[in-house]
């Protein structure tokens, strides 16, 4: 069983190098690692942060993490969770790190007064539709997500 903890800024290197599989799962370019770490510091630990971090740790090995951060408004003018990205690492996989995390977001969102936790996955990506599927959660037919480049924006 994982140990589940916010990020703290002396975990930026080990979030770096998760996040270097991920880009490797996604088949994407990852940055050097001191650009990640600036990065990762920026976003979370930087003032405000623009983001948040749960990581799950196996001894003193990440083995993974949830991004978040919440959005206004949601039902009503109630705010909601905005889980951005999950991501175990492979060796790990179903062990119980991905429930974990989850469960860890939706205390937090509950601590923190929200109406709903919400997040997407991409299409391709059937193993993660089926996780949360096992969750009990269904796909939402009702949105259809949209994303344009910030310089590519009313043009």
């Known amino acids: 069983m994982a140990q589940i903890l916010p ?4 975990d930026a290197g080990a979030i770096s190098d998760l996040l270097e599989e991920m880009d490797r799962f ?5 940055e050097a690692r001191e650009d990640r770490i600036r990065q990762i510091n920026d976003a979370l630990f930087g003032d405000p942060p623009i983001a948040y971090s ?3 740790w196996d001894g003193d090995e990440l ?4 991004s978040y951060s919440y959005l206004w408004p949601a039902a009503g003018l109630t705010h909601s969770l905005f889980l951005k990205e999950l991501y175990v690492a492979e060796k790990v996989r179903r062990t119980g790190v991905g429930q974990q995390l989850m469960r860890g977001l939706f ?3 509950a601590k923190r007064g929200c109406s709903r936790v919400e997040w997407q996955t991409d299409q391709f990506n059937a193993n ?9 959660v269904k796909p939402n037919p009702g ?3 949209y994303r344009a480049d910030t310089g590519s924006l009313l043009k």
Not at 7 to 10: L, P, V
Not at 26 to 30: G, K, L, N, R, V
Not at 63 to 66: E, L, S, Y
């Open 63 to 66: 083995v993974g993490f949830a």
């Open 143 to 145: 949105k259809i997500f």
């Open 128 to 136: 993660a539709q089926r996780f949360y599927e096992l969750l009990g």
């Open 54 to 56: 749960l990581l799950a």
């Open 7 to 10: 990020a703290k800024s002396s």
């Open 107 to 109: 205390d937090i969102a």
């Open 26 to 30: 996604y088949d994407e370019e990852s």
